[in-house]
């Protein structure tokens, strides 16, 4: 083994690059994955010189193989494409470069790349990137929308011209970078920094038409997801065909089918919001107006109810009973007098009846004793008695003498007088009433 | 007897509309229900008059504002 060397006795270079040969020799054989960066084949040189390169990490290394590895059948070896490589170090002293040797290389397939696909975003999954608790709602109107797009691409285009069509007050931020290939995801996410950093900016659309697999592969890169992840603006992916999904869309805040989905997601249209606004208004006004008229019909209803209306049918009501109770009183009133007149008759026709008047009328006379008694037998009374004797034309006072004979009848002896007429009296000789005359 | 309006100034009325219109309600019942002195119906009476007065005048103020706020279209 050669001394150490020291500034005195220093190694020369060709012990140098020998030992550090020897270092790197001692990695051995390994497989390693990466993405072709640069491809370069020299006419037909024997051998092909590529970069190998970690798009996660951004770092590369340069490999070497036989033109016989890289043309192998079946494997299209093409900038961009995943690969692995079975390689040792080889460190060519002549020029103290470091490289891979390759001695096999196997293109990463498709159904390897879907299922490297599925790994990284079962991964992220699991860290809980892709929850919908993170998805950040878009924000209504955004006055500046960042816009991250390969330059000059379709999907650019889509993208401004459906959002300017929509919204015409709405600004863009443009960060153009390849959408495709080795640098794509480094790209985008350089845009995504310095769009995220820019407060003006209120939301960011990732947009790219559709493409392969590989083409696709840069926006299901992990650095990149991660980067979406951590931004604050919100982040809507459109990438790809509708059909096609890429880890970027996991993440997204808002997944569009496509870069003009992404301008309907971002940006209302402004007529359909006005037509929304004029709805709303006219709704507004029906329901007022409609109450309005709901209350008037209700009042104009209520005002035309008899009671209010007529108010007179009221009083109308009660003089009818004035009228009719008017009409009862003077009613009754009436046959009532009419009664008592007929009483009246009959009791004046009565008395008539029973009153002396008539019977004296006819003749006849009272005879009272000096109390008033009434004399109906001769022998109440005493000789010389005073009595009092009413005819029709008044009052006669008699005195009783039965002193003059009258043939042996005694006291009482009656007078008969001649029929026709009624009246018996003696005229001042005391002799009392015969007791019927003929009427 | 139900209390008899204060004199309606021109300042905004006291009741609002739906106390009026539930008020014009109960008179209304109560003129139909029947059974009132003579008095007692002319004052019901007038107050319903007086409560239909006010309605029409909330619902006319509101008919105003609505036609107000009408934009030109």
């Not at chain 1, 990466?34 to 490999?63: C, Y």
Request: aromatic letters at 4%.
């Amino acid at each position: 083994m050669t001394s150490p060397s020291s500034p005195e006795s220093p190694w020369p270079v060709r012990t140098v690059a020998r030992k550090v040969a020897e270092w790197i020799g001692r990695l051995g054989e390994v497989w390693v994955e990466g993405q072709v960066a640069q491809l370069s084949r020299r006419g037909n040189a024997a051998t092909v010189f590529l970069t190998l390169r970690d798009p996660a990490a951004d770092l590369s290394v340069p490999v070497t193989c036989h033109r016989d590895v890289a043309d192998r059948p079946g494997l299209e070896l093409t900038e961009g494409a995943r690969v692995v490589v079975r390689a040792r170090p080889d460190y060519y002293v002549a020029r103290g470069s470091f490289s891979l040797r390759a001695t096999e290389i196997r293109a990463v397939g498709l159904g390897e790349l879907l299922a490297r696909i599925e790994r990284i975003r079962r991964l992220l999954a699991a860290e809980g990137l892709f929850d919908t608790a993170r998805k950040r709602p878009l924000p209504f109107a955004p006055a500046v929308v960042g816009v991250i797009t390969g330059r000059d691409s379709a999907a650019e285009r889509d993208v401004l011209v459906t959002a300017r069509r929509r919204w015409p007050a709405v600004r863009f931020a443009m960060h153009h970078c390849a959408v495709q290939g080795p640098n794509a995801a480094a790209g985008v996410i350089d845009g995504l920094r310095r769009l995220d950093a820019d407060a003006a900016v209120e939301v960011i659309v990732i947009a790219r038409g559709g493409g392969s697999v590989e083409d696709l592969l840069p926006f299901s890169d992990e650095g990149l997801v991660r980067a979406i992840a951590a931004t604050r603006t919100p982040v809507v992916t459109a990438v790809g065909h509708e059909t096609d999904t890429t880890l970027v869309d996991h993440v997204a805040d808002v997944r569009a089918a496509t870069p003009t989905d992404a301008a309907h997601r971002v940006v209302p249209e402004i007529g359909e919001q006005r037509r929304l606004v004029d709805g709303l208004r006219a709704r507004a006004r029906a329901l007022v107006a409609g109450r309005l008229e709901q209350q008037e019909r209700w009042l104009e209803s209520v005002r035309t109810r008899p009671v209010l209306a007529e108010p007179q049918r009221l009083l109308a009501g009660r003089a009818d009973d004035v009228l009719a109770l008017r009409g009862r009183a003077t009613r009754t009133l009436t046959h009532r007098v009419d009664a008592a007149e007929r009483d009246l008759e009959h009791a004046r026709a009565r008395v008539a009846a029973l009153s002396p008047a008539a019977t004296l009328q006819r003749g006849y006379a009272v005879v009272q004793r000096a109390d008033g008694a009434l004399v109906r037998d001769p022998a109440e009374v005493a000789d010389g008695e005073r009595l009092q004797v009413r005819v029709a034309g008044g009052r006669l006072p008699v005195r009783v003498d039965r002193t003059t004979s009258t043939t042996g009848t005694p006291a009482g002896t009656t007078t008969r007088t001649s029929a026709g007429t009624p009246s018996g009296t003696g005229t001042g000789t005391g002799t009392a009433t015969g007791e019927d005359g003929a009427p | 007897m139900t209390d008899t309006p204060g004199p309606e100034t021109a300042a905004e009325p006291a009741q609002t509309y739906e106390q009026a219109r539930e008020e014009l309600a109960d008179v209304v019942r109560r003129l139909e229900a029947g059974g009132l002195t003579l008095e007692e119906s002319l004052t019901l009476w007038e107050r319903g008059e007086a409560l239909a007065e006010l309605c029409q005048h909330w619902l006319d103020r509101a008919r105003e504002r609505l036609a107000a706020a009408r934009p030109t279209d």
